[in-house]
């Protein structure tokens, strides 16, 4: 059995509220079913003790009796005939007279103890006769004190009574009658059972009748759940969002109650985010133009720049020492900060969503030569190659593909010491897809960097160097390159085991 469904608090609101209802329902019926039967109870052993009370009394007055005659008078000559009035014959059958007497119940039992504890005893069998007990349900019998209120006991043979014991005012044997709870006992099961049944029929009905009730009841709050699920869909993360509005339409007869109030703070909420999303997507937009504008305009001092110191190149030897480093340094710094620009450019042609080029493009080509370039600028590492022997095509931009591999491996040469081996390779999976991995045994990511490691100007250590060139972009352009190519990028890294992974899609993106 699942563990959840004994855990109350992982069931929804709705199961709680139906569980909930029906078992107090459940109780309420409980105790109404025992109070029932012991009200019922009592009032029919009531009813029972009033009967063997009756029966007590007449047996001990026929015990009282004289003996009946032993011949009547003939009737006078010509005369009507008396109406003779017929009397039971106390001796037959076994048992105590009085059990032959008209008005005795069926199953009736009584008995006559003796002062020298002599007993005769019996029972009105469903026939209507008498018959003898066994010994031990007569020995029961003399065992019942005398008293004004029936008892209960068990009789052997016959199940339980309600019997009496009565001491009559002549003589000196006593009388005990008894009468059986049976009727009283079925009489109670007949109701319990009925009872069962009609709780049956009402838990049925009510869990049905709940069912359809809260359903009804929680319909709000459930469109409530619903709209805030369409709004967790939602990419808020970036570009622009337009939430609706009201995303909960609200009855003003309703906005008093529970759903009312959460359905209009949510709507609150709602305004309040789009608010705020809004000024966001306005603030990037404005970001991403202010450094697509800067980068356009940056170029051209730059290619001066450039210019000017290369022409100072030329004639290094003719400048004095210092002036000829400075201007070393600034041809330097300038290709840096140009290498920079043009990355910035091209993210902000990226976030503007301007098509790339597309054209088929063997990935095993770009593989190779960017292993061959890396392998150049890197001679200190341990360059790998795992292609496969037929060309491997996709539809993208050559030369951004290239690009992804440039950054990548540099990425792997720049953050991991000499020695580290580098392995790229190439695989295409079942559905057509091309899957270029970059894997390294370096000393991996910290994995406080790895879940901003595609955002830009991220970088591995918190000094504010740039080794080996870096602009803080390369890993950003990645991600950036491969999502306009419709694919996908993962990584992982572990100490000894870091990899990329690009998922480029059969015959590109349209």
């Not at 009727?183 to 049956?200: G, I, P, R």
């Not at 985010?273 to 202010?290: D, K, M, P, W």
């Not at 160097?465 to 991600?479: E, F, M, N, Q, Y």
């Amino acid at each position: 059995m699942n563990s959840r469904l004994l855990a109350p608090r992982t069931w929804s609101l709705r199961m709680r509220l139906l569980v909930t209802q029906v078992a107090l329902l459940a109780l309420v019926c409980v105790a109404i079913g025992v109070a029932t039967e012991f009200a019922l109870q009592r009032f029919l052993m009531r009813q029972l003790d009033t009967q063997v009370v009756e029966a007590a009394r007449r047996s001990v007055g026929i015990m009282e009796l004289p003996p009946p005659p032993l011949h009547l008078p003939p009737p006078p000559p010509g005369g009507p005939v008396p109406r003779i009035r017929f009397r039971f014959d106390p001796e037959q059958g076994p048992g105590p007279g009085f059990l032959n007497a008209p008005g005795q119940a069926i199953n009736t039992v009584g008995a006559v103890i003796g002062s020298g504890g002599a007993i005769d005893s019996g029972v009105i069998t469903s026939d209507g006769v008498t018959a003898d007990i066994s010994p031990a349900a007569s020995a029961q019998l003399t065992q019942v004190p005398p008293g004004r209120t029936p008892v209960t006991i068990s009789l052997d043979g016959l199940g339980s009574y309600r019997v009496l014991s009565v001491q009559p005012r002549r003589g000196a044997h006593t009388v005990v009658v008894g009468l059986p709870t049976t009727v009283v006992d079925e009489t109670l099961l007949w109701v319990l059972l009925m009872f069962c049944v009609v709780s049956a029929a009402a838990l049925a009905a009510a869990t049905a009748a709940g069912i359809w009730i809260i359903r009804r009841q929680l319909e709000p709050l459930a469109k409530v759940s619903a709209a805030a699920r369409d709004v967790a869909d939602l990419e808020l993360d970036k570009g622009e969002v337009r939430l609706p509005t009201p995303i909960v339409v609200v009855d003003p007869d309703s906005a008093h109650t529970e759903v009312g109030q959460l359905g209009s703070a949510l709507n609150r909420m709602l305004d309040r985010i789009a608010g705020a999303l809004t000024a966001r997507h306005h603030s990037e937009t404005r970001v991403r133009q202010f450094v697509s504008d800067a980068s356009h305009e940056l170029r051209t001092p730059l290619a001066a720049i450039r210019g000017y110191t290369e022409l100072a190149q030329r004639k290094r030897d003719d400048l004095p020492h210092d002036v000829a480093y400075a201007m070393s340094r600034v041809e330097s710094e300038t290709q840096r900060l140009t290498t920079l620009v043009e990355d910035m450019l091209l993210l902000a042609r990226l976030d503007e969503g301007r098509p790339l080029e597309r054209a088929q493009v063997d990935l095993v080509r770009v593989v190779a030569d960017a292993v061959s370039d890396a392998h150049a600028a890197g001679p200190e590492h341990e360059w790998t190659l795992e292609l496969p022997d037929d060309p491997v095509q996709v539809t993208g931009d050559d030369a951004r593909l290239h690009q992804v591999l440039t950054n990548l491996l540099t990425n792997a040469r720049v953050h991991t010491p000499a020695g580290t081996t580098v392995t790229t390779s190439v695989t295409t999976r079942r559905d057509g897809a091309a899957v270029v991995t970059v894997a390294d045994d370096g000393p991996g990511i910290p994995d406080a960097l790895q879940p901003e490691v595609f955002e830009r100007f991220a970088r591995g250590d918190s000094s504010r160097s740039r080794r080996g060139g870096s602009t803080g972009l390369g890993l950003a352009i990645v991600a950036a390159v491969v999502k306009a190519h419709g694919g996908s990028i993962e990584m992982r890294s572990v100490p000894g085991d870091t990899r990329f992974m690009i998922t480029l899609p059969a015959g590109g993106h349209s």
